[in-house]
């Protein structure tokens, strides 16, 4: 490579590595605020019930939210769309502790508008990197924002163990509000600079004869599947492992939440791991996803089978980190493929109301199944979904595995 290629790599790196900081500590404060609930729930005083209707309203309105403003953030500069989202879900979410615990009806709305204002964040996030970066940059700037999203639960998990659970909340809304004025300023500066522009590729003819078909061509059907099953894993059976760790493991609310920190902080590993696995394997995105849910799926089993409390806990890490890691191949190697289309921001918030959709429905579920069915029975539907993840990654005779170049 010429002096002249090498320094446009190193900008282009350079480029690349500004975006994907801003994006990631923005990930962070959405993660640090959404996971506030889960972290500060055993110490709240409040009913299952309670909490399991805020945390159901709230997913409901961010996948709804996706789906709206991945749509819209294909026709909004990022700029505006993320800033204004972490802004208002900041206000919003100061509400919940002034309403409770009288108003318990107001917290649950105020918590569900919070949901539908973070639902701004991630697609337009993802179309910014994928159009701004070279594609072996946008996996790992995408791979930044989902570690700095798994960080977030750890985060909440600390100040939960540390501050009461209304300071917890203030402390989120406050993260946002200050993460929206950084946002809108620091990328208003890149668009300045040329670092950030918008709409660099023109869709693909085919989409302009429908954008349905290109993404059907894309295999969005399978990645709907993969969705639906790892969002009910990443996010519905990780917001209630601190209960599950509670009620089902036998220990105390305290030391509850500080395993939660704990395991959270291991999990935030998941996408290097998942990346790291996909590299070795030549980056075969498809054998990858059908690796992490075959072991998501023997380790959900043995949960079944394991009484010891703290091997209990290593299992469970395990499997969710396995689930998560083939939600990762999703997010940060196929969404940002997209690009070419003209439709990230669209099909990202599509898959991510899909996989909230998922939670809000199996959080509900959850919280009844567990006092109806046992954790035992609800840990054997966990492993079934895992299954239904290894069937749906089989390769087809269509689609072979194969590798891809970055």
Partial sequence: ??????MMQNKKAMNALCIGALCSLSYLAVYFARNTLGAIAPHMGMSDSLIGNMSSVYFLTYAIGQLINGYIGDRIKARYMISGGLLFAGIANLLIPLFLPANETGAVIAYGVT???LSMIYGPMTKIVAENTEPVYATRCSLGYEVAGFVGAPAAGL??????WQGVIYAGSAILTGMAMVFFAV????????????NRF?????EKKGGIKV?????????????IITGVIRTTVVFWMPTYFNQYLGFSAEKASAIFAAASVIISFTTFISVGTYELLKRNMDLTILIMFTISTVFFSLLYFVKSPYINIVIMVIAVMSSCGAASMMWCRYCPSLRDTGMVSSATGYLDFLSYMAAAASTKIFSNAASVIGWGNLILVWAGLMAIGIIISLPTKKHKFTCLAD
């Fill in 115 to 117: 949901g539908f204002f």
């Fill in 159 to 164: 100040a939960a163990s540390v501050f009461a």
């Fill in 1 to 6: 490579m010429s002096g002249l290629g090498k």
């Fill in 215 to 227: 993404l059907i061509e894309r295999r969005i059907l399978k990645f709907t599947v993969i969705s």
């Fill in 202 to 206: 023109k869709k693909i003819e085919e």
């Fill in 187 to 198: 990328c208003a500066g890149f668009e300045r600079k040329g670092i950030v522009r918008y």
